[in-house]
């Protein structure tokens, strides 16, 4: 055997000595990969949650939430913990959720867009938390945004609002903009026109944090959108109770 078959023997013996301990680090790290996963993996409850339920502690883009089952619309998110959206309901104007009945239990139809239908009851008010994103802020939208879509001239509303149609060809074609005259800030809301027997239907929307709180109300109510405005307030006060909502206060209901 010559010196160069003996260094080349030991070299693989050598070889396979480092490969058993490399071996099974691998495989440690990789057990404890998947026992990790398998601890942090988000579950769904074993048991759904009564509609009777008390108020139950979600999260939407890291925002708390204080939201009662009753009011959920998509029995799939009737749970507590992280959602990527929220679709609740509540009557008009006691802020409760709908009585429990049959249609309860079932599935709500989506949209194409995966979105919940728009409402068509008038004592609901549907309301859609869901994340910001690279959307600006609805405060930041008034002062900046809308002002590019909207006809110069104004019309008078009930109350001190104003209304501001926006202009054909643009991505609010066929709403207006519907504000408080003398402090826009203080109440505002984009508002589809009645088409015959198709009432009109208004969003507003504000932001908490990183989440966009959407609130879709009748046209119609806005003949009282004093104490609409306030009851909004008091709404997402008990959805959050330690978001100030108190800034948007009609004092002068």
């Not at 990789?30 to 759904?48: C, D, M, N, Q, R």
Request: proline share 10%; with cysteine.
């Amino acid at each position: 055997m010559t010196a160069h078959t003996v260094q080349r023997y030991r070299f693989h013996r050598r070889s396979r000595g480092l490969l058993l301990p490399l071996a099974l680090l691998v495989v440690l790290i990789a057990a404890a990969g998947i026992f990790v996963s398998y601890e942090l993996w988000p579950t769904w409850p074993k048991a759904p949650v009564r509609l009777d339920a008390p108020a139950i502690p979600v999260t939407v883009v890291g925002v708390l939430f204080n939201v009662p089952p009753a009011a959920i619309r998509a029995p799939v998110q009737r749970h507590p913990g992280a959602h990527e959206r929220l679709d609740l309901v509540f009557l008009w104007p006691s802020l409760l959720p709908p009585e429990a009945d049959a249609e309860a239990g079932k599935p709500a139809a989506l949209g194409g867009d995966g979105a919940l239908p728009p409402a068509v009851a008038d004592d609901r008010l549907f309301v859609t938390i869901a994340g910001l994103g690279t959307v600006l802020a609805p405060a930041e939208r008034l002062r900046t945004i809308y002002p590019r879509y909207i006809e110069a001239q104004a019309s008078a509303g009930p109350d001190g609002l104003a209304i501001l149609p926006f202009r054909a060809g643009t991505p609010y074609e066929g709403e207006d903009l519907v504000y408080f005259a003398e402090k826009p800030e203080r109440f505002f809301a984009r508002c589809s026109r009645p088409v015959r027997t198709v009432p009109g239907t208004c969003i507003q929307e504000r932001s908490l944090d990183a989440a966009e709180i959407t609130l879709r109300f009748p046209r119609e109510w806005l003949k009282d959108w004093r104490n609409v405005a306030a009851d909004f307030d008091r709404l997402m006060s008990q959805l959050h109770p330690r978001a100030e909502y108190g800034r948007r206060r009609t004092d002068d209901r």
